[in-house]
């Protein structure tokens, strides 16, 4: 089972920038379909956005649609969530994922789906 370990929250302004990464150990994330999630406080933990095993594949949830960006370096065996335009409304805790899979094709947004799970960073909004 691959560790993740991710990085790079931090407090920023509305309309800032931040980039996570999502560093894995123990084994390749190139066996691995890759996703982004988030909880906020007294929420449910939700969907973000993912991306297929070669990263040529991504999906997004409408709200961060033309705002966030997800890739991945396999030869870094890291995955990152570029965040331009942050908003109040995207603070939360974000956590990477990963679902094994024989398939380059498939992209999963489902919670259930994801096997590993790294411990999540903080990001901070303020208005």
């Known amino acids: 089972q691959v560790q993740l370990v991710e990085s790079g929250g931090g407090l920023v302004q509305a309309g800032g920038s931040l980039r996570l990464s999502c560093a894995g150990s123990?084994?390749?994330?190139?066996?691995?379909?890759m996703g982004w999630f988030r909880q906020a406080p007294g929420k449910e933990r939700e969907f973000v956005a993912a991306?297929?095993?070669?990263?040529?594949?991504?999906t997004y949830t409408d709200s961060v649609k033309g705002r966030f960006t997800i890739s991945r370096d396999n030869t870094k065996n890291t995955v990152y969530l570029q965040m331009d335009s942050l908003k109040p409304e995207d603070a939360a805790v974000y956590s990477c994922?990963?679902?094994?899979?024989?398939?380059?094709?498939?992209?999963?947004?489902?919670?259930?789906?994801?096997?590993?799970w790294g411990q999540g960073t903080q990001v901070t909004v303020s208005s």
């Open positions: 994922a990963a679902k094994g899979t024989s398939s380059d094709i498939t992209y999963y947004t489902q919670v259930k789906l994801y096997e590993a």
């Open positions: 123990g084994r390749t994330i190139s066996a691995y379909a």
């Open positions: 991306i297929n095993r070669s990263g040529g594949r991504t």
